[in-house]
């Protein structure tokens, strides 16, 4: 089972008493490097890249699923990806999507898999909009938060490389509850959405993504010198919320871009 990473660009967080429509708007790509998820007859670990690890929106999962007969103590829970958790590319909002789409199909539910997922990340803090860009897939710009889900997704040609440099962790949950971040995340978000949807192309996309970071404060200061060195390209940006930069390049500046980072990860949208 497989969720592709999802890179958020800009975002503005939604708090409703309904936890379902609890979430976030914004805009983001998939890419075609993200999480690939087995479950194995075991003893309830959960493992990420061989780690044992404790990740919250999954134990959530697993515990709605035990509701409907899943024991959870009979299986191990083994998750592989290119991309480390806390990098700001959807990896615990996938962790839980997979998880919650596996344990649908083995347990013959037809329960609205998606929905669990969100919830599970929601209620951990870990993501607002992840579980819905990887579900839909693309280049989506999420116009309402949760569900109904209410989404435009772009079809761009094939020319476009994405290419991601992870620097090190940041956790998510620290600053979608932190009131003055909120304050300044919503501002720029809401605008730059709409900025967006008049002109819904990926060049826009990344020059409104890097305002975001910029204005928002958000921005590491190691990203934003690559970042104006990457000028040539397309655009680059930080992903939200991660330690992480990604730039968007056609395959003329491809070569160029990878020489000025030290561990690019290549990557193409994935629809
Ligand atoms: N080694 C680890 N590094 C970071 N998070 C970890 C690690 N092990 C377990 N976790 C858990 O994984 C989850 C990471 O969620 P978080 O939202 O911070 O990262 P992400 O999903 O990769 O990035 P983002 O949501 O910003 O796209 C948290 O529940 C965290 O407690
Ligand atoms: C909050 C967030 C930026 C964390 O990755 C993401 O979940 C989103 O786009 O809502």
Request: include cysteine.
């Amino acid at each position: 089972m497989f969720a592709p990473g999802h890179i958020t660009g800009f975002f503005a967080v939604h708090k409703s008493k309904d936890i379902l429509k609890t979430g976030s708007i914004g805009a983001g790509i998939t890419v075609n490097r993200g999480i690939n998820l087995n479950i194995e007859e075991g003893s309830g670990k959960i493992f990420y890249n061989k780690k044992k690890v404790n990740i919250c929106p999954v134990n959530k999962v697993l515990t709605y699923y035990e509701n409907f007969g899943f024991d959870k103590n009979s299986y191990d829970i083994i998750f592989t990806s290119d991309f480390p958790l806390g990098s700001g590319l959807g990896m615990s909002g996938g962790c839980a999507l997979t998880l919650s789409k596996k344990l649908n199909e083995m347990l013959d539910l037809k329960i609205n898999y998606v929905k669990i997922a969100h919830i599970s990340e929601v209620e951990c803090g870990t993501g607002l909009g992840d579980v819905i860009g990887q579900y839909v897939k693309g280049f989506v710009i999420r116009k309402s938060p949760g569900f109904p889900i209410n989404v435009e997704k772009f079809e761009v040609n094939d020319d476009y490389y994405i290419i991601i440099e992870i620097f090190g962790e940041k956790e998510t949950k620290e600053i979608i509850t932190d009131k003055k971040w909120i304050e300044k995340i919503n501002n720029y978000g809401k605008k730059y959405l709409n900025e967006l949807l008049k002109n819904p192309t990926l060049e826009n996309f990344i020059n409104l993504s890097y305002k975001f970071a910029v204005n928002t404060g958000l921005i590491d200061e190691k990203i934003l010198e690559l970042c104006n060195d990457l000028k040539f390209t397309v655009g680059a940006s930080q992903s939200m919320l991660g330690n992480t930069l990604f730039c968007i390049s056609k395959k003329d500046t491809l070569n160029d871009a990878i020489s000025i980072l030290k561990n690019p990860i290549i990557c193409k949208i994935y629809y």
